[in-house]
């Protein structure tokens, strides 16, 4: 589907509500439900999560009005939504919500949570989600060789010495593997934004 400009979907949302929800969701109902399935798998019915989702979009109508895109894009609001959506869920689902206070939160040096901090941690960790499935789907060897290059700094004569492989087998898996990435992940990435 053709992306479209996100004054046009908050315009629909405003002026012809149906249709501005039918373009949102299939434009970020992909990233919305895996968040929220990150979020609550495991500890939710799927029913509760996919309820969850429905919210979400229900609540980004419910204040369409009061959105302002030059403070921040639709698809910020919606991850904003999203996260904190999956939050009350799991609080009002499970009444195990650990609640860390802003001052645990500094005394173990994190930064406190704001919207854009929120957009920035579900944006690189859906980012890091996908490299590794990514990784995964080169199969073995090619897998491992990149990990072992990428992830623990080994060099080619390293990795082959591991593998059995000569060095020169495991710079052109390297290269390759790399080249699949590349391409799966800019499939990825257009398919995110």
């Known amino acids: 589907?053709?992306?479209?400009?996100?004054?046009?979907?908050?315009?629909?949302?405003?002026?012809?509500p149906a249709?501005?929800?039918?373009?949102l969701t299939a434009q970020y109902g992909g990233l919305v439900y895996s968040i929220t399935w990150r979020r609550l798998q495991g500890c939710l019915r799927k029913e509760d999560i996919e309820e969850c989702v429905s919210d979400i979009f229900f609540?980004?109508?419910?204040?369409?009005?009061?959105?302002?895109?030059?403070?921040?894009s639709l698809k910020t609001f919606l991850l904003t939504i999203a996260e904190r959506q999956a939050i009350k869920y799991y609080e009002r689902k499970t009444d195990k919500f650990d609640k860390i206070s802003l001052q645990e939160q500094l005394e173990?040096?994190?930064?406190?949570?704001?919207?854009?901090?929120?957009?920035?941690?579900?944006?690189?960790?859906?980012?890091s989600r996908l490299l590794i499935e990514a990784i995964k789907g080169l199969g073995e060897p090619t897998a491992s060789i990149v990990i072992q290059k990428y992830?623990?700094?080994?060099?080619?004569?390293?990795?082959?010495?591991?593998?059995?492989?000569?060095?020169?087998?495991?710079?052109?898996?390297?290269?390759?593997?790399l080249e699949k990435l590349k391409t799966v992940l800019q499939s990825e990435h257009d398919q995110l934004t």
Not at 1 to 16: N, S, V, Y
Not at 59 to 72: A, F, H, N, P, V
Not at 108 to 127: A, F, M, Y
């Open 19 to 23: 249709e501005g929800i039918r373009i």
């Open 59 to 72: 609540e980004l109508y419910r204040c369409r009005d009061k959105i302002d895109l030059s403070k921040g």
């Open 108 to 127: 173990k040096g994190e930064e406190p949570l704001s919207d854009h901090n929120v957009e920035q941690q579900t944006i690189q960790k859906e980012e």
């Open 151 to 177: 992830y623990y700094g080994m060099t080619a004569k390293e990795i082959g010495q591991r593998a059995g492989l000569s060095k020169n087998a495991v710079e052109k898996r390297l290269k390759r593997g």
């Open 1 to 16: 589907m053709e992306q479209i400009q996100e004054e046009t979907i908050l315009a629909l949302l405003i002026d012809k």
